[in-house]
Nanobody
Framework: QIQLVESGGGLVQAGGSLRLACTIS????????LGWYRQAPGKQRELVAS???????NYADSVQGRFTISRNDARNAVYLQMNSLKPEDTAVYYC??????????????WGQGTQVTVSS
């Protein structure tokens, strides 16, 4: 079992920047990908960005060119640098780990979420 703890959310004006961090603790058999999702009020949770164990990245069209996902395996952490923030980026952001647990079952692990609010 692993635990994910997000940090770095907050209130920022449009055009500003925030950096989210997610630290991962505990044991897991293997990790396929790390990612950030978000959920705005009244909307479904959506993928923002992901990075595979091989380093390949994927971004939602709405954040392409503004957000950057990165990982630091030595620190068991994944980050999301968010630049040129827009009011529509306002949401709760969740860290995700997709992989195999110690029981070799495919699993999705989630953090508790961190609020990002962008004012116009």
């Amino acid at each position: 079992q692993i635990q994910l703890v997000e940090s770095g959310g907050g209130l920022v004006q449009a055009g500003g920047s925030l950096r989210l961090a997610c630290t991962i603790s505990g044991s897991i058999f293997s990790i396929n990908s790390l990612g950030w999702y978000r959920q705005a009020p009244g909307k479904q949770r959506e993928l923002v960005a992901s990075i595979t164990s091989g380093g390949s990245t994927n971004y939602a069209d709405s954040v392409q060119g503004r957000f950057t996902i990165s990982r630091n395996d030595a620190r068991n952490a994944v980050y999301l640098q968010m630049n040129s923030l827009k009011p529509e980026d306002t949401a709760v952001y969740y860290c995700n780990v997709r992989g195999y647990g110690l029981d070799r079952m495919a699993r999705d692990y989630w953090g508790q979420g961190t609020q990002v609010t962008v004012s116009s």
